[in-house]
């Protein structure tokens, strides 16, 4: 089946840094989509593209959807604590894929 | 706020015990899905539902049961489950089934704990 490689795996990062992360796959999807996950919480979805190339902006969260479709980033930029949790990508055809996610944790 | 609704958030039951969890949402949406997560791992899809019907059954334990009354509502019926199937259950829908890439909504999930 299909697999999404998402890194890094985790990250220690000072507040007001920005922050970058990625998710590359071996296939082609026609849609990608970055969640953020809180402790006892579902996944929230941050961010949803649906063209190669596209680059979508929700508040101070950038995400790009990779021009051969086969991989996507997410960019943070002045981190603050509350951007802790756990990031995942997620990548559709048919159905959804995941990445194995983020783990972002943020210093004051 | 969540507008995929879960219920219960915490589910302790024993290897024999029978029990159900309950997903509502009310946006409208054709598709809803169940997934397993284990901790510190991405959600894993077991069942989607297309239009009241069950279109995938990604392989699960028949001890797991969905079931799909009406367009709004989908349960998850357990029964002789086994320690290895503690996780957080996770609900979701989207705006249709197909590949249109509508994104899924989820829910916070019920966290269950089998004894």
């Known amino acids: 089946g299909q697999q999404l490689n998402q890194s890094p795996q985790s990250m220690f990062i000072q507040e007001g840094e920005d922050v970058s992360m990625n998710c590359t796959s071996s296939?082609?999807?026609?849609?990608w989509l970055w969640y953020k996950q809180d402790p006892g919480e579902g996944p929230v979805l941050l961010i949803a593209?649906?063209?190669?190339?596209e680059l979508t902006s929700n508040g101070r969260l950038t995400a790009q959807f990779g021009i051969t479709r086969k991989d996507s980033f997410l960019n943070i930029s002045a981190s603050i604590p509350s951007d802790v949790g756990i990031y995942f990508c997620?990548?559709?055809?048919?159905?959804?894929?995941f990445g194995g996610g983020t783990r972002l944790m943020v210093k004051p | 706020d969540t507008e995929v609704t879960q219920t219960p958030k915490h589910l302790v039951m024993g290897m024999t015990n029978k029990k159900s969890l309950k997903c509502e949402q009310h946006?409208?949406?054709?598709?809803m899905y169940w997934y397993k997560q284990k901790a510190k791992k991405p959600p894993e899809l077991m069942f989607v539902?297309?239009?009241?019907?069950?279109?995938i059954n990604e392989s699960v334990p028949s001890r797991f049961s969905p079931e799909c009354p009406n367009s709004s509502l989908l349960n998850l019926h357990l029964h002789a489950l086994q320690p290895e199937d503690s996780a957080l259950y996770l609900c979701?829908?989207?705006?249709?089934?197909?590949?249109?890439?509508?994104?899924?909504?989820f829910g916070d999930g019920t966290r269950l704990s089998i004894l």
């Open positions: 539902y297309s239009y009241e019907k069950l279109s």
């Open positions: 997620a990548g559709r055809l048919d159905m959804l894929t």
């Open positions: 979701a829908s989207s705006q249709d089934p197909g590949g249109a890439g509508q994104p899924q909504h």
């Open positions: 946006m409208g949406h054709r598709a």
């Open positions: 593209l649906y063209k190669a190339g």
């Open positions: 296939s082609i999807f026609n849609t």
